[in-house]
Protein backbone atom coordinates (compact mmCIF):
# COMPACT_ATOMS: atom_id res chain seq x y z
CA UNK A 1 0.00 0.00 0.00
CA UNK A 2 2.90 2.12 0.02
CA UNK A 3 3.00 3.31 -3.71
CA UNK A 4 -0.98 4.06 -3.81
CA UNK A 5 -0.28 5.76 -0.27
CA UNK A 6 2.62 8.00 -1.55
CA UNK A 7 0.99 8.34 -5.61
CA UNK A 8 -1.71 10.13 -3.76
CA UNK A 9 0.15 12.53 -1.38
CA UNK A 10 2.44 13.31 -4.59
CA UNK A 11 -0.39 14.66 -6.71
CA UNK A 12 -2.67 15.82 -3.99
CA UNK A 13 0.35 18.28 -2.98
CA UNK A 14 0.94 19.49 -6.21
CA UNK A 15 -2.23 21.59 -5.64
CA UNK A 16 -2.98 23.41 -9.22
CA UNK A 17 -1.07 21.39 -11.39
CA UNK A 18 -3.10 18.45 -10.24
CA UNK A 19 -6.75 19.57 -10.23
CA UNK A 20 -6.03 21.23 -14.04
CA UNK A 21 -4.82 17.67 -15.19
CA UNK A 22 -8.29 16.36 -13.35
CA UNK A 23 -10.38 19.07 -14.13
CA UNK A 24 -9.55 18.21 -18.43
CA UNK A 25 -9.83 14.91 -17.81
CA UNK A 26 -13.04 14.84 -15.89
CA UNK A 27 -14.85 17.03 -18.96
CA UNK A 28 -13.62 13.88 -21.20
CA UNK A 29 -15.35 11.70 -18.66
CA UNK A 30 -18.74 14.17 -18.82
CA UNK A 31 -18.78 14.22 -22.46
CA UNK A 32 -17.84 10.72 -23.32
CA UNK A 33 -20.69 9.24 -20.89
CA UNK A 34 -22.63 12.22 -22.54
CA UNK A 35 -22.29 11.70 -26.47
CA UNK A 36 -22.68 7.84 -25.26
CA UNK A 37 -25.93 8.47 -23.45
CA UNK A 38 -27.09 10.44 -26.64
CA UNK A 39 -26.87 7.12 -29.07
CA UNK A 40 -27.87 4.89 -26.25
CA UNK A 41 -30.95 7.17 -26.15
CA UNK A 42 -31.05 7.49 -29.51
CA UNK A 43 -31.43 3.89 -30.14
CA UNK A 44 -33.49 3.15 -27.16
CA UNK A 45 -35.98 6.06 -28.80
CA UNK A 46 -35.43 4.72 -32.25
CA UNK A 47 -36.71 1.23 -31.17
CA UNK A 48 -39.50 2.08 -28.74
CA UNK A 49 -41.27 4.53 -31.52
CA UNK A 50 -40.83 1.61 -34.00
CA UNK A 51 -41.91 -1.12 -32.76
CA UNK A 52 -44.77 1.26 -31.11
CA UNK A 53 -45.75 2.05 -34.56
CA UNK A 54 -44.93 -0.29 -36.75
CA UNK A 55 -43.30 -3.78 -35.49
CA UNK A 56 -45.57 -3.88 -32.46
CA UNK A 57 -44.68 -7.27 -30.24
CA UNK A 58 -43.25 -9.16 -33.48
CA UNK A 59 -45.81 -10.13 -37.18
CA UNK A 60 -47.19 -12.35 -38.83
CA UNK A 61 -46.39 -12.53 -42.74
CA UNK A 62 -48.34 -13.55 -45.31
CA UNK A 63 -45.98 -15.64 -47.13
CA UNK A 64 -45.87 -14.28 -50.27
CA UNK A 65 -45.38 -10.97 -48.50
CA UNK A 66 -41.84 -9.36 -49.21
CA UNK A 67 -41.64 -5.67 -47.90
CA UNK A 68 -38.73 -5.28 -50.33
CA UNK A 69 -40.90 -6.39 -53.14
CA UNK A 70 -43.73 -4.40 -53.72
CA UNK A 71 -44.58 -6.62 -56.50
CA UNK A 72 -45.18 -9.44 -53.83
CA UNK A 73 -47.80 -7.64 -52.48
CA UNK A 74 -50.27 -8.64 -55.60
CA UNK A 75 -50.26 -12.03 -54.18
CA UNK A 76 -49.81 -11.01 -50.59
CA UNK A 77 -53.01 -11.55 -49.09
CA UNK A 78 -54.95 -14.59 -47.17
CA UNK A 79 -57.89 -15.20 -45.19
CA UNK A 80 -56.61 -14.61 -41.29
CA UNK A 81 -56.19 -18.08 -39.59
CA UNK A 82 -58.82 -18.27 -36.97
CA UNK A 83 -56.18 -18.56 -34.05
CA UNK A 84 -55.18 -14.78 -35.48
CA UNK A 85 -58.66 -13.94 -35.59
CA UNK A 86 -58.83 -14.92 -31.93
CA UNK A 87 -56.25 -12.83 -30.91
CA UNK A 88 -57.52 -9.51 -33.07
CA UNK A 89 -60.43 -10.37 -31.38
CA UNK A 90 -59.30 -10.41 -28.02
CA UNK A 91 -57.38 -7.07 -28.62
CA UNK A 92 -53.65 -8.87 -28.64
CA UNK A 93 -53.05 -8.24 -32.55
CA UNK A 94 -54.04 -6.16 -35.50
CA UNK A 95 -54.28 -7.19 -38.72
CA UNK A 96 -53.61 -5.27 -42.04
CA UNK A 97 -53.90 -5.27 -45.46
CA UNK A 98 -51.65 -3.87 -47.45
CA UNK A 99 -52.46 -3.02 -51.32
CA UNK A 100 -50.72 -1.04 -54.02
CA UNK A 101 -52.45 1.81 -54.94
CA UNK A 102 -52.63 5.00 -57.43
CA UNK A 103 -53.33 8.37 -56.19
CA UNK A 104 -54.59 11.62 -58.23
CA UNK A 105 -53.69 14.67 -56.02
CA UNK A 106 -53.84 17.97 -57.73
CA UNK A 107 -54.49 16.01 -61.24
CA UNK A 108 -50.73 14.46 -60.36
CA UNK A 109 -50.50 10.44 -60.46
CA UNK A 110 -48.43 9.23 -57.50
CA UNK A 111 -47.94 5.38 -56.60
CA UNK A 112 -49.00 4.62 -52.63
CA UNK A 113 -49.90 1.91 -50.43
CA UNK A 114 -53.13 1.51 -49.58
CA UNK A 115 -53.15 0.09 -46.09
CA UNK A 116 -56.49 -1.18 -44.22
CA UNK A 117 -56.34 -1.00 -40.49
CA UNK A 118 -59.30 -1.80 -37.70
CA UNK A 119 -60.23 2.00 -36.75
CA UNK A 120 -60.32 0.16 -33.26
CA UNK A 121 -56.90 -1.56 -32.98
CA UNK A 122 -54.95 -0.77 -29.93
CA UNK A 123 -51.70 -2.65 -31.43
CA UNK A 124 -50.56 -0.06 -33.05
CA UNK A 125 -49.65 3.74 -31.88
CA UNK A 126 -50.92 5.10 -35.59
CA UNK A 127 -54.07 6.93 -34.57
CA UNK A 128 -56.73 4.57 -36.42
CA UNK A 129 -59.56 6.14 -34.77
CA UNK A 130 -59.59 8.95 -36.98
CA UNK A 131 -61.04 6.70 -39.31
CA UNK A 132 -64.47 5.95 -37.02
CA UNK A 133 -65.60 9.59 -37.66
CA UNK A 134 -66.59 9.82 -41.22
CA UNK A 135 -69.89 8.22 -41.72
CA UNK A 136 -70.96 8.58 -45.56
CA UNK A 137 -67.40 8.75 -47.42
CA UNK A 138 -64.08 6.90 -46.84
CA UNK A 139 -61.94 8.12 -44.79
CA UNK A 140 -58.65 8.30 -44.43
CA UNK A 141 -55.61 8.82 -42.60
CA UNK A 142 -51.95 9.86 -44.05
CA UNK A 143 -48.77 11.04 -41.77
CA UNK A 144 -47.44 14.59 -41.99
CA UNK A 145 -44.50 13.56 -44.20
CA UNK A 146 -47.29 12.29 -46.74
CA UNK A 147 -49.00 15.37 -46.27
CA UNK A 148 -46.45 17.11 -47.66
CA UNK A 149 -45.16 15.74 -50.41
CA UNK A 150 -48.75 15.29 -51.60
CA UNK A 151 -49.68 18.42 -51.02
CA UNK A 152 -52.68 16.83 -48.51
CA UNK A 153 -54.58 18.09 -45.74
CA UNK A 154 -57.25 17.35 -43.27
CA UNK A 155 -60.75 17.53 -45.58
CA UNK A 156 -59.21 17.00 -48.87
CA UNK A 157 -60.40 14.71 -51.36
CA UNK A 158 -58.24 12.50 -53.43
CA UNK A 159 -59.15 10.29 -55.97
CA UNK A 160 -57.48 6.47 -54.99
CA UNK A 161 -57.23 3.15 -57.33
CA UNK A 162 -56.67 -0.09 -56.97
CA UNK A 163 -56.88 -3.14 -58.71
CA UNK A 164 -59.27 -5.93 -56.57
CA UNK A 165 -58.45 -9.20 -55.88
CA UNK A 166 -59.48 -10.28 -59.76
CA UNK A 167 -57.12 -7.49 -60.75
CA UNK A 168 -60.25 -5.45 -61.80
CA UNK A 169 -59.44 -1.57 -61.18
CA UNK A 170 -62.02 0.29 -59.23
CA UNK A 171 -61.63 3.68 -58.10
CA UNK A 172 -62.70 5.80 -54.78
CA UNK A 173 -62.71 9.31 -53.49
CA UNK A 174 -61.07 9.24 -50.12
CA UNK A 175 -61.57 12.06 -47.58
CA UNK A 176 -58.63 13.14 -45.96
CA UNK A 177 -59.77 12.81 -41.57
CA UNK A 178 -56.46 13.31 -40.23
CA UNK A 179 -53.26 14.37 -40.39
CA UNK A 180 -50.77 12.65 -37.75
CA UNK A 181 -47.23 13.27 -36.58
CA UNK A 182 -45.14 9.94 -36.67
CA UNK A 183 -41.40 9.77 -36.14
CA UNK A 184 -41.75 6.42 -38.22
CA UNK A 185 -41.41 7.43 -41.41
CA UNK A 186 -42.37 3.40 -42.57
CA UNK A 187 -46.10 4.14 -41.20
CA UNK A 188 -46.15 7.37 -42.94
CA UNK A 189 -44.21 8.04 -46.45
CA UNK A 190 -46.60 7.20 -49.34
CA UNK A 191 -49.24 5.45 -47.77
CA UNK A 192 -52.97 6.11 -47.19
CA UNK A 193 -54.57 3.71 -44.07
CA UNK A 194 -58.23 3.49 -44.49
CA UNK A 195 -60.49 1.22 -42.54
CA UNK A 196 -59.98 -2.61 -42.65
CA UNK A 197 -62.97 -3.95 -43.80
CA UNK A 198 -63.54 -0.91 -46.24
CA UNK A 199 -60.20 -2.15 -47.93
CA UNK A 200 -61.22 -5.54 -47.32
CA UNK A 201 -64.58 -5.11 -49.31
CA UNK A 202 -63.05 -2.77 -52.49
CA UNK A 203 -60.26 -5.39 -53.19
CA UNK A 204 -63.00 -8.47 -52.49
CA UNK A 205 -60.84 -9.47 -49.86
CA UNK A 206 -62.64 -10.49 -47.04
CA UNK A 207 -61.62 -11.64 -43.59
CA UNK A 208 -58.17 -11.38 -45.74
CA UNK A 209 -55.00 -9.69 -44.42
CA UNK A 210 -51.31 -9.19 -45.66
CA UNK A 211 -49.73 -8.88 -42.07
CA UNK A 212 -50.93 -9.48 -38.58
CA UNK A 213 -49.00 -7.54 -35.54
CA UNK A 214 -49.24 -8.70 -32.41
CA UNK A 215 -49.41 -6.48 -29.81
CA UNK A 216 -46.09 -5.95 -27.33
CA UNK A 217 -45.95 -8.82 -24.86
CA UNK A 218 -48.36 -10.96 -26.40
CA UNK A 219 -46.70 -14.28 -27.20
CA UNK A 220 -46.90 -15.42 -30.74
CA UNK A 221 -49.06 -19.08 -31.22
CA UNK A 222 -47.58 -21.65 -33.18
CA UNK A 223 -47.35 -20.79 -37.39
CA UNK A 224 -50.59 -21.03 -39.02
CA UNK A 225 -50.19 -22.19 -42.18
CA UNK A 226 -49.12 -19.82 -44.93
CA UNK A 227 -47.75 -17.43 -42.20
CA UNK A 228 -44.71 -16.86 -40.88
CA UNK A 229 -43.86 -15.44 -37.42
CA UNK A 230 -41.38 -12.62 -37.67
CA UNK A 231 -40.03 -11.53 -34.07
CA UNK A 232 -38.82 -8.17 -32.70
CA UNK A 233 -35.16 -9.32 -33.52
CA UNK A 234 -36.02 -9.69 -37.31
CA UNK A 235 -37.90 -6.86 -37.99
CA UNK A 236 -35.52 -4.37 -35.93
CA UNK A 237 -32.58 -5.83 -37.17
CA UNK A 238 -31.97 -3.50 -40.03
CA UNK A 239 -33.08 -0.66 -38.09
CA UNK A 240 -30.46 -1.61 -35.45
CA UNK A 241 -27.45 -1.98 -38.15
CA UNK A 242 -28.62 1.62 -39.34
CA UNK A 243 -28.15 3.43 -35.61
CA UNK A 244 -25.20 1.13 -35.31
CA UNK A 245 -23.79 2.54 -38.43
CA UNK A 246 -24.48 6.17 -36.98
CA UNK A 247 -23.08 4.94 -33.55
CA UNK A 248 -19.91 3.80 -35.45
CA UNK A 249 -19.75 7.75 -36.91
CA UNK A 250 -20.26 9.30 -33.03
CA UNK A 251 -17.94 6.75 -31.77
CA UNK A 252 -15.48 9.20 -33.80
CA UNK A 253 -16.20 11.98 -31.46
CA UNK A 254 -16.02 9.50 -28.37
CA UNK A 255 -12.28 8.60 -29.58
CA UNK A 256 -11.21 11.94 -30.35
CA UNK A 257 -12.45 12.97 -27.18
CA UNK A 258 -10.36 9.79 -25.23
CA UNK A 259 -7.63 10.54 -27.69
CA UNK A 260 -7.14 14.38 -26.31
CA UNK A 261 -7.85 13.71 -22.70
CA UNK A 262 -5.09 10.67 -23.00
CA UNK A 263 -2.49 13.12 -24.86
CA UNK A 264 -3.17 15.50 -21.91
CA UNK A 265 -2.26 12.69 -19.21
CA UNK A 266 0.71 11.59 -21.41
CA UNK A 267 2.02 15.06 -22.16
CA UNK A 268 1.37 15.51 -18.03
CA UNK A 269 3.72 12.26 -17.51
CA UNK A 270 6.34 13.16 -19.93
CA UNK A 271 6.59 16.66 -18.31
CA UNK A 272 6.47 15.37 -14.51
CA UNK A 273 9.22 12.28 -15.38
CA UNK A 274 11.38 15.10 -17.20
CA UNK A 275 10.80 17.90 -14.51
CA UNK A 276 11.33 15.04 -11.59
CA UNK A 277 14.47 13.62 -12.48
CA UNK A 278 16.62 14.71 -9.76
CA UNK A 279 13.34 13.55 -7.16
CA UNK A 280 13.70 9.95 -8.88
CA UNK A 281 17.50 10.03 -8.66
CA UNK A 282 16.83 10.96 -4.32
CA UNK A 283 14.08 8.09 -4.38
CA UNK A 284 16.04 5.96 -5.46
CA UNK A 285 19.08 6.88 -3.27
CA UNK A 286 16.78 7.06 -0.16
CA UNK A 287 16.24 2.91 -1.26
CA UNK A 288 13.56 2.96 -3.83
CA UNK A 289 13.62 0.74 -6.10
CA UNK A 290 13.81 1.35 -10.20
CA UNK A 291 10.25 -1.09 -10.17
CA UNK A 292 8.94 0.97 -7.69
CA UNK A 293 9.77 4.51 -8.81
CA UNK A 294 7.78 3.47 -12.10
CA UNK A 295 5.16 1.98 -10.14
CA UNK A 296 5.07 5.29 -8.08
CA UNK A 297 4.88 7.88 -10.96
CA UNK A 298 2.20 5.40 -13.13
CA UNK A 299 -0.13 5.55 -10.33
CA UNK A 300 0.38 9.00 -10.22
CA UNK A 301 -0.96 9.23 -13.32
CA UNK A 302 -3.62 6.18 -12.54
CA UNK A 303 -4.70 8.44 -9.78
CA UNK A 304 -5.55 11.46 -12.46
CA UNK A 305 -7.88 9.53 -14.36
CA UNK A 306 -9.54 7.99 -10.49
CA UNK A 307 -10.02 11.87 -9.23
CA UNK A 308 -10.74 13.03 -12.46
CA UNK A 309 -13.81 9.80 -11.89
CA UNK A 310 -14.60 11.73 -8.95
CA UNK A 311 -14.68 15.12 -9.93
CA UNK A 312 -16.91 14.16 -13.20
CA UNK A 313 -19.46 12.76 -10.30
CA UNK A 314 -19.50 15.63 -9.07
CA UNK A 315 -20.52 17.74 -11.68
CA UNK A 316 -21.39 15.34 -14.46
CA UNK A 317 -24.45 13.57 -13.09
CA UNK A 318 -26.50 16.20 -11.80
CA UNK A 319 -26.02 17.56 -15.51
CA UNK A 320 -26.37 14.04 -16.87
CA UNK A 321 -29.48 13.48 -15.23
CA UNK A 322 -30.57 16.65 -16.34
CA UNK A 323 -30.38 16.30 -20.21
CA UNK A 324 -32.18 12.62 -19.49
CA UNK A 325 -34.92 13.87 -17.79
CA UNK A 326 -35.19 17.44 -19.80
CA UNK A 327 -34.53 15.68 -23.27
CA UNK A 328 -33.18 18.05 -25.93
CA UNK A 329 -34.90 19.46 -28.84
CA UNK A 330 -33.52 18.01 -32.50
CA UNK A 331 -33.01 19.65 -35.90
CA UNK A 332 -35.51 19.08 -38.69
CA UNK A 333 -32.06 17.70 -40.41
CA UNK A 334 -32.50 14.66 -38.17
CA UNK A 335 -35.42 12.89 -40.05
CA UNK A 336 -32.93 12.65 -42.92
CA UNK A 337 -31.49 10.00 -40.60
CA UNK A 338 -33.85 7.25 -42.34
CA UNK A 339 -35.17 6.06 -39.06
CA UNK A 340 -37.37 7.37 -36.57
CA UNK A 341 -36.51 10.07 -33.88
CA UNK A 342 -38.45 12.48 -32.07
CA UNK A 343 -38.58 15.93 -31.93
CA UNK A 344 -36.87 15.48 -28.70
CA UNK A 345 -34.08 13.38 -27.62
CA UNK A 346 -33.79 11.75 -24.24
CA UNK A 347 -29.84 10.65 -23.73
CA UNK A 348 -30.15 7.34 -21.48
CA UNK A 349 -27.32 6.86 -19.08
CA UNK A 350 -27.32 3.53 -17.61
CA UNK A 351 -24.90 2.32 -14.91
CA UNK A 352 -22.98 -0.09 -17.39
CA UNK A 353 -22.76 2.81 -19.60
CA UNK A 354 -21.11 5.10 -16.90
CA UNK A 355 -18.94 1.88 -15.07
CA UNK A 356 -17.91 1.26 -18.41
CA UNK A 357 -16.58 4.34 -19.68
CA UNK A 358 -14.98 4.74 -16.22
CA UNK A 359 -13.37 1.55 -16.07
CA UNK A 360 -12.13 2.15 -19.88
CA UNK A 361 -10.77 5.85 -19.05
CA UNK A 362 -9.34 5.06 -16.20
CA UNK A 363 -7.47 1.71 -18.27
CA UNK A 364 -6.34 3.92 -20.89
CA UNK A 365 -5.05 6.44 -18.35
CA UNK A 366 -2.68 3.93 -16.28
CA UNK A 367 -1.54 2.59 -19.82
CA UNK A 368 -0.64 5.87 -21.28
CA UNK A 369 0.72 6.93 -17.43
CA UNK A 370 2.81 4.08 -17.47
CA UNK A 371 4.21 4.17 -21.44
CA UNK A 372 6.61 7.33 -20.09
CA UNK A 373 7.85 5.65 -17.16
CA UNK A 374 9.52 3.15 -18.79
CA UNK A 375 12.35 5.59 -19.39
CA UNK A 376 12.86 5.05 -15.99
CA UNK A 377 14.00 1.51 -15.99
CA UNK A 378 17.20 2.72 -18.12
CA UNK A 379 17.98 5.56 -15.46
CA UNK A 380 21.13 5.53 -13.38
CA UNK A 381 20.92 7.03 -10.11
CA UNK A 382 23.68 9.00 -10.18
CA UNK A 383 22.32 10.42 -13.70
CA UNK A 384 19.20 11.21 -12.08
CA UNK A 385 20.50 12.65 -9.28
CA UNK A 386 22.59 15.02 -11.64
CA UNK A 387 19.53 15.96 -13.82
CA UNK A 388 20.39 13.58 -16.75
CA UNK A 389 17.72 11.26 -18.60
CA UNK A 390 19.31 8.29 -20.02
CA UNK B 1 41.17 -3.91 12.99
CA UNK B 2 40.25 -5.68 9.76
CA UNK B 3 36.88 -6.43 10.87
CA UNK B 4 36.23 -2.38 11.46
CA UNK B 5 37.03 -1.93 7.55
CA UNK B 6 33.68 -0.85 6.02
CA UNK B 7 34.68 0.30 2.49
CA UNK B 8 37.53 -1.02 0.36
CA UNK B 9 38.13 -0.20 -3.31
CA UNK B 10 40.90 -1.84 -5.47
CA UNK B 11 42.47 -0.65 -8.75
CA UNK B 12 39.10 1.66 -9.16
CA UNK B 13 38.64 3.29 -12.47
CA UNK B 14 35.65 4.82 -14.19
CA UNK B 15 35.91 6.08 -17.67
CA UNK B 16 32.50 8.33 -19.05
CA UNK B 17 32.22 8.07 -22.67
CA UNK B 18 32.10 11.19 -24.11
CA UNK B 19 31.65 10.43 -28.07
CA UNK B 20 34.55 9.99 -29.72
CA UNK B 21 36.50 10.47 -26.69
CA UNK B 22 36.74 8.70 -23.24
CA UNK B 23 37.20 9.99 -19.86
CA UNK B 24 38.79 8.56 -16.95
CA UNK B 25 37.37 9.85 -13.63
CA UNK B 26 38.77 7.30 -11.95
CA UNK B 27 42.09 5.99 -11.90
CA UNK B 28 42.97 2.94 -9.80
CA UNK B 29 41.61 3.98 -6.61
CA UNK B 30 42.97 1.80 -3.94
CA UNK B 31 41.64 2.88 -0.44
CA UNK B 32 39.96 1.66 2.53
CA UNK B 33 37.78 2.97 4.67
CA UNK B 34 36.85 1.95 8.87
CA UNK B 35 33.96 2.30 10.96
CA UNK B 36 33.69 5.62 12.85
CA UNK B 37 35.90 7.42 10.59
CA UNK B 38 34.87 11.25 9.41
CA UNK B 39 37.14 11.13 5.92
CA UNK B 40 36.78 13.26 3.24
CA UNK B 41 37.60 13.19 -1.00
CA UNK B 42 39.13 16.47 -1.53
CA UNK B 43 40.41 18.31 -4.91
CA UNK B 44 39.18 20.45 -7.53
CA UNK B 45 36.27 19.94 -9.65
CA UNK B 46 36.32 17.12 -11.95
CA UNK B 47 39.16 15.11 -9.93
CA UNK B 48 36.59 12.32 -9.13
CA UNK B 49 35.13 13.14 -5.69
CA UNK B 50 31.36 12.80 -6.36
CA UNK B 51 31.77 9.75 -8.95
CA UNK B 52 34.20 7.72 -6.02
CA UNK B 53 31.40 8.73 -3.49
CA UNK B 54 28.56 6.99 -6.27
CA UNK B 55 30.18 4.16 -6.44
CA UNK B 56 30.56 3.75 -2.79
CA UNK B 57 26.66 4.64 -2.55
CA UNK B 58 26.16 2.17 -5.30
CA UNK B 59 24.63 4.69 -7.52
CA UNK B 60 27.46 4.24 -9.77
CA UNK B 61 29.70 1.44 -10.77
CA UNK B 62 32.82 1.09 -11.54
CA UNK B 63 34.23 0.49 -14.82
CA UNK B 64 36.83 -2.07 -14.06
CA UNK B 65 38.25 -2.80 -10.08
CA UNK B 66 36.27 -3.53 -7.33
CA UNK B 67 34.80 -1.95 -4.41
CA UNK B 68 33.31 -3.65 -1.62
CA UNK B 69 31.29 -1.77 0.91
CA UNK B 70 30.13 -3.66 4.23
CA UNK B 71 30.81 -6.79 2.72
CA UNK B 72 29.24 -6.47 -0.73
CA UNK B 73 30.83 -5.81 -4.14
CA UNK B 74 29.04 -3.05 -5.86
CA UNK B 75 29.70 -3.93 -8.84
CA UNK B 76 27.74 -7.47 -8.87
CA UNK B 77 24.92 -6.24 -7.15
CA UNK B 78 21.70 -6.00 -8.79
CA UNK B 79 19.40 -2.99 -9.22
CA UNK B 80 17.02 -4.50 -6.45
CA UNK B 81 20.29 -5.87 -4.11
CA UNK B 82 21.65 -1.91 -4.58
CA UNK B 83 18.35 -0.43 -3.34
CA UNK B 84 18.60 -2.38 -0.23
CA UNK B 85 21.96 -1.51 0.51
CA UNK B 86 21.23 2.51 0.25
CA UNK B 87 17.77 2.19 1.95
CA UNK B 88 18.82 0.31 5.19
CA UNK B 89 23.32 1.15 5.52
CA UNK B 90 23.65 4.11 3.40
CA UNK B 91 22.42 7.56 4.10
CA UNK B 92 23.22 10.68 1.76
CA UNK B 93 23.29 14.24 2.09
CA UNK B 94 23.63 15.93 -1.40
CA UNK B 95 24.59 19.70 -2.30
CA UNK B 96 21.04 21.19 -3.11
CA UNK B 97 19.67 18.96 -0.10
CA UNK B 98 17.15 16.77 -2.39
CA UNK B 99 14.62 17.08 -0.05
CA UNK B 100 10.75 15.59 -1.63
CA UNK B 101 8.76 19.40 -2.04
CA UNK B 102 5.51 18.50 -1.50
CA UNK B 103 6.34 16.34 1.96
CA UNK B 104 6.87 17.72 5.38
CA UNK B 105 9.58 18.03 7.44
CA UNK B 106 8.31 15.10 8.91
CA UNK B 107 7.40 12.52 5.98
CA UNK B 108 10.60 13.36 4.27
CA UNK B 109 12.29 12.20 7.34
CA UNK B 110 10.21 9.61 7.83
CA UNK B 111 10.13 8.43 4.21
CA UNK B 112 13.57 6.03 4.01
CA UNK B 113 11.39 4.07 7.34
CA UNK B 114 8.60 3.81 5.19
CA UNK B 115 10.26 1.89 2.52
CA UNK B 116 11.59 -0.64 4.73
CA UNK B 117 8.26 -1.25 5.96
CA UNK B 118 9.02 -0.12 9.45
CA UNK B 119 6.13 -0.07 11.96
CA UNK B 120 4.49 3.45 12.21
CA UNK B 121 4.87 3.78 16.60
CA UNK B 122 8.73 2.90 15.83
CA UNK B 123 8.80 5.41 12.43
CA UNK B 124 7.07 8.13 14.83
CA UNK B 125 10.18 7.36 17.96
CA UNK B 126 12.96 7.18 15.20
CA UNK B 127 12.16 10.54 13.49
CA UNK B 128 11.03 12.16 16.78
CA UNK B 129 14.84 11.76 17.76
CA UNK B 130 16.73 12.79 14.41
CA UNK B 131 14.73 15.89 14.36
CA UNK B 132 15.49 16.53 17.83
CA UNK B 133 19.29 16.07 17.00
CA UNK B 134 19.15 18.40 14.31
CA UNK B 135 17.22 20.76 16.36
CA UNK B 136 14.15 20.75 14.23
CA UNK B 137 12.00 19.52 16.32
CA UNK B 138 9.67 22.37 15.89
CA UNK B 139 9.79 22.85 12.29
CA UNK B 140 8.09 19.12 11.45
CA UNK B 141 4.93 20.31 9.68
CA UNK B 142 7.06 22.67 7.83
CA UNK B 143 7.66 22.16 4.12
CA UNK B 144 11.26 22.38 2.45
CA UNK B 145 10.20 25.31 0.84
CA UNK B 146 9.28 27.03 4.12
CA UNK B 147 12.77 26.56 5.79
CA UNK B 148 15.98 28.51 5.45
CA UNK B 149 19.14 26.53 3.46
CA UNK B 150 20.46 25.48 6.75
CA UNK B 151 17.14 24.01 7.95
CA UNK B 152 16.73 22.36 4.72
CA UNK B 153 20.29 20.87 4.68
CA UNK B 154 19.86 19.94 8.68
CA UNK B 155 16.65 17.74 7.59
CA UNK B 156 18.68 16.18 5.08
CA UNK B 157 21.04 15.61 7.77
CA UNK B 158 17.62 13.76 9.68
CA UNK B 159 16.76 11.72 6.96
CA UNK B 160 20.18 10.35 6.09
CA UNK B 161 20.64 9.57 9.94
CA UNK B 162 17.33 8.45 10.76
CA UNK B 163 17.68 4.64 9.49
CA UNK B 164 21.14 4.42 11.51
CA UNK B 165 23.00 3.70 8.76
CA UNK B 166 26.47 2.87 8.97
CA UNK B 167 28.09 5.34 6.31
CA UNK B 168 26.59 8.48 5.87
CA UNK B 169 28.00 10.19 2.12
CA UNK B 170 27.90 14.21 1.71
CA UNK B 171 28.53 15.32 -1.16
CA UNK B 172 29.44 19.23 -1.03
CA UNK B 173 26.92 19.79 1.86
CA UNK B 174 27.74 23.20 2.39
CA UNK B 175 28.17 24.25 -0.97
CA UNK B 176 25.10 26.25 -0.77
CA UNK B 177 25.03 27.51 2.77
CA UNK B 178 26.88 30.55 4.71
CA UNK B 179 29.69 30.33 6.34
CA UNK B 180 27.60 29.91 9.86
CA UNK B 181 25.16 27.32 8.76
CA UNK B 182 27.90 25.73 7.09
CA UNK B 183 29.82 25.19 10.66
CA UNK B 184 26.42 24.92 12.57
CA UNK B 185 26.17 21.53 9.90
CA UNK B 186 29.51 20.36 10.31
CA UNK B 187 29.20 20.36 14.26
CA UNK B 188 26.09 18.63 13.84
CA UNK B 189 27.84 15.65 11.77
CA UNK B 190 31.30 15.58 14.09
CA UNK B 191 29.05 14.91 17.21
CA UNK B 192 26.87 12.31 15.11
CA UNK B 193 29.85 10.86 14.22
CA UNK B 194 31.27 11.13 17.74
CA UNK B 195 28.12 10.18 19.56
CA UNK B 196 26.80 7.10 17.20
CA UNK B 197 29.96 6.10 15.45
CA UNK B 198 28.31 6.27 12.03
CA UNK B 199 30.97 6.55 9.15
CA UNK B 200 30.77 10.08 7.78
CA UNK B 201 32.66 10.35 4.10
CA UNK B 202 32.26 14.01 2.76
CA UNK B 203 33.51 14.94 -1.02
CA UNK B 204 34.09 18.49 -0.73
CA UNK B 205 36.46 21.49 -1.55
CA UNK B 206 35.43 23.66 0.86
CA UNK B 207 37.67 24.56 3.29
CA UNK B 208 35.32 25.29 6.02
CA UNK B 209 34.16 21.14 6.04
CA UNK B 210 38.32 20.03 5.21
CA UNK B 211 38.76 22.01 9.07
CA UNK B 212 36.68 19.61 10.44
CA UNK B 213 38.12 16.03 8.72
CA UNK B 214 39.33 13.49 10.41
CA UNK B 215 41.09 12.45 7.33
CA UNK B 216 41.55 13.53 4.31
CA UNK B 217 42.32 11.99 0.65
CA UNK B 218 42.91 14.30 -2.02
CA UNK B 219 42.05 13.24 -5.43
CA UNK B 220 43.54 15.00 -8.75
CA UNK B 221 42.83 13.83 -12.25
CA UNK B 222 41.13 10.86 -10.69
CA UNK B 223 44.34 9.42 -8.65
CA UNK B 224 44.79 9.89 -5.08
CA UNK B 225 47.49 12.56 -4.53
CA UNK B 226 47.50 12.32 -0.42
CA UNK B 227 45.86 10.29 1.97
CA UNK B 228 46.63 11.48 4.95
CA UNK B 229 45.32 11.97 8.56
CA UNK B 230 44.45 14.97 10.03
CA UNK B 231 45.56 14.93 14.14
CA UNK B 232 43.84 17.94 15.47
CA UNK B 233 40.62 19.53 13.94
CA UNK B 234 40.44 23.06 13.46
CA UNK B 235 36.89 23.42 13.65
CA UNK B 236 34.85 26.44 14.58
Not at chain 1, 172 to 190: C, H, K, M, P, Y
Not at chain 2, 105 to 110: D, G
Not at chain 2, 208 to 233: C, P, S
Amino acid sequence: MLIPKLALRNILSAGLRTWLSVLALSFSFVAIIFLQGVYDGLNDQVERATVEAQYGGGQYWQKAYDPYDPLSLEDAHAPIPPQLQELTAGGGAAPILIRTATIYPQGRFRSILLKGIDPDQKVLSVPSTALRSLENVIPGLIGSRMAKSAGLKKGDVVTVQWRDVHGTFDARDVTIAEVFRTNVQDVDNDQIWIPLERLQAFTRMENQATIVVLKKDVLPVTDPPGWEFKDSGFLLRDLRSLVKMKSVQGSVMYLLLLFLAMLAIFDTQVLSIWRRRKEMGTLMALGMTRTQVIELFTMEGALHGVLAALVAAIYGIPLLAYAAGRGFDLPIATDNFGFAIGEKLFPAYSPALVAGTTLLVCIVTTIVSYLPTRKIADLKPADALRGRLS
Amino acid sequence: MENSVLIRTHDLDKIYSLGLTDLKALDRITLSVARGEFVGFVGPSGSGKTTLLNIIGSLDVPTSGSAEVLGRRIESLSHKESAGLRNRHIGFIFQTFNLLPVYTVYENVEFPLLLQGMESSRRKQLVGDALEWVGLADRADSRPAQLSGGQSQRVAIARAIVKQPEIVLADEPTANLDAANSHHIMKTMAQLNEDLKTTFIFATHDEKVIGYLKRKITLVDGKIAKDETVEKTTAG
